[in-house]
């Protein structure tokens, strides 16, 4: 399991993935960063990082007869939406664990079993460690 960004650079690396991506992510991260000015700041979590997930995993939904796409602000976790994309697509929970899998997430432990969510989604939440989570919606097979 990745404890560090470093760590996360280095096994996209191992996994033959292209590490320069998750350089470049980074690197994009620390230009954008803007001090907060809400009365309750978010903690940022810096998960530009786990971008370097994101070659595999689309490889893993595309697998799965999904599409994966990124959703969100990024600022406290990395939200993926994943869409039925073929005829044979497996089951939500199955693409949800084989993605868990391949980043090494963490169940959350209040929500091993997906939340239900508007218009169908289901939803998981596992973590990275070091603070930043995976925040999963899949939408749902047709009937």
Not at 14 to 24: H, K, L, N
Not at 93 to 107: F, K, V
Request: include cysteine; proline fraction near 9%; aromatic fraction near 10%.
């Amino acid at each position: 399991m990745a404890k560090t960004w470093g760590d996360v650079f280095n096994a996209a690396k191992r996994r033959g993935e292209d590490p320069s991506y998750a350089a470049f992510l980074a690197d994009e991260w620390e230009k954008r960063k803007k001090p907060m000015t809400e009365k309750q700041p978010i903690k940022e979590s810096r998960p530009f990082g786990a971008l370097a997930f994101l070659p595999g995993l689309v490889k893993v939904a595309q697998a799965h007869g999904y599409a994966l796409t990124v959703h969100g602000s990024l600022c406290r976790d990395f939200d993926f939406v994943a869409v039925p994309w073929t005829e044979d697509a497996r089951p939500a929970e199955e693409l949800a664990e084989a993605l868990r899998a391949r980043c090494g997430g963490i169940p959350d432990g209040k929500e091993v079993e997906p939340v239900a969510k508007p218009h169908g989604r289901l939803c998981w939440k596992f973590h990275l460690g070091g603070g930043p989570y995976v925040d999963l919606s899949v939408m749902p097979l047709k009937p």
